[in-house]
């Protein structure tokens, strides 16, 4: 069985700890994962440092958690946002989104669920439109998946509720 790669680019470094701090996901409720977190076996290896969520075009980008916005702007034509979360250690953990019309500036507190700005077009994903989300620890790079608590990752079954006092309970069907 092949080793889990090492090093600044992959998940066994010093660095590859991540809280579960995230209160919510980056955009919608459950967004499709179009492409996973494909780590590089080295620092400048191919990979995929971030995970594609499906979305349209203008769908408000939300902080996952608490932090500071380190960086609102354009980056190679796209625009791009980065926070770095609130207690997350030295250095600490910066969350990445592109392509984002940026509602924020840098220097700007955000709290979880605080919208950093609008999905914008973009070719990341081969003609559809999604979000590139990305979690960094200084040079290391990290699935932000593992940002989310698992009740946000796993469907949960259906849970029936009483029905409360006062409302008609509903007819049996024949």
């Not at 769908?59 to 354009?74: H, L, P, T, W």
């Not at 592109?98 to 990341?124: E, I, K, N, T, Y």
């Amino acid at each position: 069985m092949p080793s889990a790669p090492s090093g600044p680019a992959g998940p066994a470094g010093p660095s590859a700890e991540v809280p579960r701090i995230a209160r919510n996901w980056p955009i919608g409720v459950r967004p499709s994962v179009l492409r996973g977190w494909e780590p590089p076996a080295s620092a400048y290896g191919r990979g995929h440092r971030g995970v594609d969520l499906a979305a349209g075009v203008g769908a408000e980008v939300r902080s996952v958690a608490a932090g500071r916005v380190s960086f609102a702007g354009r980056v190679a034509g796209r625009g791009v946002v980065s926070v770095e979360l609130t207690g997350t250690g030295d250095p600490p953990l910066r969350t990445t989104f592109q392509p984002v019309s940026p509602g924020v500036r840098r220097g700007d507190g955000v709290g979880a669920g605080s919208v950093l700005g609008g999905l914008a077009a973009g070719d990341h994903c081969g003609g559809a439109v999604c979000l590139h989300w990305g979690l960094r620890r200084g040079p290391a790079y990290l699935d932000p998946l593992t940002l989310l608590p698992l009740h946000l990752l796993t469907p949960l079954p259906p849970r029936l509720l009483p029905v409360p006092p006062g409302l008609p309970l509903p007819q049996r069907w024949p």
